[in-house]
């Protein structure tokens, strides 16, 4: 086991990031934007800068958080299924240039003018997805899907209905502990109920293989997936983030505890977004929290 995060919501620059991380004292992080921009967009140039920096900091990047197949590229969209291919392609090149072996990747939008799991829509996914999960198997790393606001987010049984059509040593999980606190469960029929992400949790774990520790509270629907929701410090919200990590470490889990606070830098959200300066005490008061309730779970 060990720590790692999005320290993209300690800063926006490559400095302030491995700052935030040195700081914690970890070995790894989790790149997911550079100045605003994702780290398979972002110039050559910049990525030299960026590997340059990582290596003379001695931290080893723990996954890609790409925007492939994830919930701004429409499932029904020939054009973002090829957007998405090219991103894989160039991220997988970068990849091996770190020594890094996960991607963060998924399923493609929940939409919202269609039942998002029309039997057309599914068919759509379970045509496209397999392709990108190839491109991993090619490349020699691993296609991590995320629950968050695609179809395998949908509920435990969507994610388990993705696993049940790839086959695949390359295709597995990241678990977020937040995104069921504020994730309608598309189950029956509506009106949905929240998701539990305990429930989630026990349903997917054996395919778990990176946990992306967010907590929070719901505070009001807002028409699609996600409902709106108050960010907390680990531990302090819906997310049953102490009973998760406990059952984790009691089953000798090995894999990355990545940090994704969306306290006060909402990454989706700019305009929740506070001075970098909170924003980076923030992000390391929240690593520090965590590693503490990690501490406590292995007392207990």
């Known amino acids: 086991m060990f720590y790692t995060g999005f320290a993209d919501e300690a800063g926006k620059g490559i400095d302030a990031q491995i700052r935030a991380t040195k700081e914690l004292g970890w070995t790894h992080i989790e790149t997911r934007a550079v100045d605003g921009v994702n780290i398979t967009d972002i110039s050559d140039a910049a990525f030299d800068a960026v590997e340059e920096k990582l290596a003379a900091a001695g931290l080893r990047v723990s996954c890609f958080g790409s925007t492939v197949a994830n919930w701004g590229k429409d499932p029904r969209k020939e054009e973002d299924f090829q957007r998405s291919r090219e991103e894989l392609a160039r991220a997988i090149v970068r990849m091996r240039r770190l020594g890094c072996t996960a991607i963060r990747g998924m399923s493609f939008t929940a939409v919202r003018d269609a039942r998002p799991d029309s039997p057309e829509i599914e068919a759509e996914i379970f045509r496209k997805l397999p392709v990108l999960v190839r491109m991993c ?164």
């Open 137 to 300: 198997e090619d490349g020699g790393v691993m296609y991590l899907h995320e629950n968050c606001a695609n179809y395998g987010g949908l509920s435990f049984e969507h994610t388990l209905r993705l696993l049940d059509r790839i086959h695949s040593d390359s295709f597995a999980l990241i678990f977020d502990t937040g995104n069921p606190v504020a994730t309608l469960d598309h189950r029956g029929s509506p009106p949905y109920k929240l998701q539990s992400s305990w429930e989630f949790y026990t349903h997917v774990k054996p395919f778990i293989r990176s946990v992306h520790i967010k907590d929070g509270e719901f505070l009001a629907h807002t028409g699609g997936i996600f409902a709106d929701a108050r960010y907390t410090w680990p531990g302090e919200g819906k997310g049953d983030v102490r009973r998760i990590v406990a059952d984790l470490l009691k089953g000798g889990y090995d894999g990355p505890f990545s940090m994704e606070p969306h306290m006060a830098a909402v990454f989706h959200d700019s305009s929740k977004a506070s001075p970098e300066e909170a924003a980076y005490a923030t992000y390391v008061e929240y690593g520090r929290r965590f590693m503490k309730l990690v501490s406590e779970c292995r007392v207990a």
